[in-house]
Each structure stands twice: as structure tokens, then as C-alpha cells.
T-cell receptor, first 110, second 116 residues
């Protein structure tokens, strides 16, 4: 079983729509969770950390469900510039080893 | 602030040839990582350096891959001989601290390798 699994998509949505997707992780000892964004042929960049109580950053909302071992990302009012691959990343407490999912591709159309 | 610099950006080689990639981390960052990202997959850690020492190279295919960071600053990743399955993007990343969390790692743009 992979450490981090994601629905690869693609999720094709119109501008202004809401899109949400999940990521599951296999190690129950995972403590830190992140969403990274990767544009085509570019490097991964941190989008946001995911906190236990859930957190928002503008149009982006991240949730963590430890019982079911998944995290989610919701994008409201999608923009064309949100088109990217979103990588789910988990790590153990104070462990430098980041486990990346394969990514979920989102395409926002005009 | 300058980011993580990598070169070359693109390289095409034949199988069994050798290739080397160079990385210069963000100034002052003690920790340097090399990741391999195969198309359609997430990045996989190959090796981590803390200053000029290796912290983790458990996933580095040591029969063909080698990496060094002699002066604790820039680093070189070498593949010799290359196989078709080595076709990937090689991402260098750096962090100011050891045991970095995912919100303190910065990636370079990557070196794209195609083995034919």
C-alpha cells in the first residue's frame, strides 16, 4: 500500500466553481500534513499546511480527519490560475522525510 | 533572496552514458535534498545532506547513483550508467534546519533527464 494516495483526476471545473478532493495516508503516526501545488514543468511549492482543526487560506480550505486518515482540500470560486497539480504531503513528527502523493490535477476552464 | 539553483535544466542521453546535475541551495541552508520525480508520480527522496554529511541515502540506487556535497554548500548528483527508467526530473531542495517540516523546504526548478 502506498504511503500517500490521491485521486489523480483530472478535475475539470468551470471558473467560479468549487472543487474538492481528498488524500489518504497509511501511517497512523503521521503528524504533519501539507498541500503543495505544482504547475506544469515547475517545482512543487507549498500551498498550505493542514492543521488538526482545519484551516483556511483565502479560497482554499484544508481539513484533516485523523480517524479515517485522510486530508482534503477545497477550492472555492475557482480561477483559471488554480489549474495545477496538487500534491498531498505527510511526514512523521519532526521527521525530515516527506512522503508525497502522486498528485491531483485540477483544470479550471473559462 | 535567490532560490535553489540547478543545472542543467534539460539533458538527453543514451542509456549506459553518464550524467551529472549540479545544485546550489539557498544561501545559509544547511540541509540539502535530492528528489527524483518520475512523470505522473510524486517526488521521492534520494539523498539528504546536513552540511557536508549524508543523513539519509537509503533510497539512492548506489550501484549507479552517487552524490556529494564536499564543502557543505553546492552538490552534485551523478548517474552512471544511466538506464531508461532513470528518465525523470531531479529536484534539488534545501532547508535552513535539520528535521525540516514540509513548510520549510524550498525546491529548485529541477533538471529534466531523458534517457533514450
Amino acid at each position: 500500500r502506498k504511503e500517500v494516495e490521491q485521486d489523480p483526476g483530472p478535475f475539470n471545473v468551470p471558473e467560479g466553481a468549487t472543487v474538492a478532493f481528498n488524500c489518504t495516508y497509511s501511517n497512523s503516526a503521521s503528524q504533519s500534513f501539507f498541500w503543495y501545488r505544482q504547475d506544469c514543468r515547475k517545482e512543487p511549492k507549498l500551498l498550505m499546511s493542514v492543521y488538526s482543526s482545519g484551516n483556511e487560506d483565502g479560497r482554499f480550505t484544508a481539513q484533516l480527519n485523523r480517524a479515517s486518515q485522510y486530508i482534503s482540500l477545497l477550492i472555492r470560486d475557482s480561477k483559471l490560475s488554480d489549474s495545477a497539480t496538487y500534491l498531498c504531503v505527510v511526514s512523521l513528527f519532526n521527521d525530515y522525510k516527506l512522503s508525497f502523493g502522486a498528485g491531483t490535477t485540477v483544470t479550471v476552464r473559462a | 533572496e535567490a532560490g535553489v539553483a540547478q543545472s542543467p535544466r534539460y539533458k538527453i542521453i543514451e542509456k549506459r552514458q553518464s550524467v551529472a546535475f549540479w545544485c546550489n541551495p539557498i544561501s545559509g541552508h544547511a540541509t540539502l535534498y535530492w528528489y527524483q520525480q518520475i512523470l505522473g508520480q510524486g517526488p521521492k527522496l534520494l539523498i539528504q545532506f546536513q552540511n557536508n554529511g549524508v543523513v539519509d541515502d537509503s533510497q539512492l540506487p548506489k550501484d549507479r547513483f552517487s552524490a556529494e556535497r564536499l564543502k557543505g554548500v553546492d552538490s552534485t548528483l551523478k548517474i552512471q550508467p544511466a538506464k531508461l527508467e532513470d528518465s525523470a526530473v531531479y529536484l534539488c531542495a534545501s532547508s535552513p534546519i535539520q528535521g525540516a517540516s514540509g513548510n520549510t523546504i524550498y525546491f529548485g526548478e529541477g533538471s529534466w533527464l531523458t534517457v533514450v
